[in-house]
């Protein structure tokens, strides 16, 4: 199945826009939502600590390859996400969880 290109999309959360990366499949496929781990990490898994893998990329890739489309977004105040959070330190689970639900 050829992989259509993802396309960069936002939701609005609680505190401003969240960016992220559609990654579509088939119409009607099941989607996963891909969230950074903890630290630096953006949307597509790299980190300027030096990881530059993009494994969250690739996972999307693979999904789409398999028919499954993904969302995977920067964390609220970090990178395209950065004007969602004064301050990503001050950002809590909580907060996580209400940008998931947006």
């Given at each position: 199945m050829p992989i259509k290109a993802a396309v960069g999309m936002h939701a609005?959360?609680?505190?401003?826009l969240l960016e992220g990366t559609w990654?579509?499949?088939?119409?009607?496929a099941p989607v996963v939502l891909i969230l950074p781990g903890s630290g630096p990490t953006d949307r597509d898994g790299n980190?300027?600590?030096g990881v530059a893998?993009?494994?969250y990329r690739l996972l999307a890739e693979g999904l789409a390859?398999?028919?499954i489309a993904s969302l995977r977004v920067d964390k609220r105040g970090m990178y395209g996400s950065r004007l969602a959070a004064a301050d990503p330190n001050a950002?809590?689970?909580?907060?996580?969880?209400d940008d998931v639900r947006a």
């Amino acid at each position: 199945m050829p992989i259509k290109a993802a396309v960069g999309m936002h939701a609005r959360g609680p505190s401003g826009l969240l960016e992220g990366t559609w990654q579509p499949a088939a119409p009607g496929a099941p989607v996963v939502l891909i969230l950074p781990g903890s630290g630096p990490t953006d949307r597509d898994g790299n980190n300027p600590g030096g990881v530059a893998a993009g494994t969250y990329r690739l996972l999307a890739e693979g999904l789409a390859a398999r028919g499954i489309a993904s969302l995977r977004v920067d964390k609220r105040g970090m990178y395209g996400s950065r004007l969602a959070a004064a301050d990503p330190n001050a950002v809590t689970l909580g907060d996580y969880v209400d940008d998931v639900r947006a």
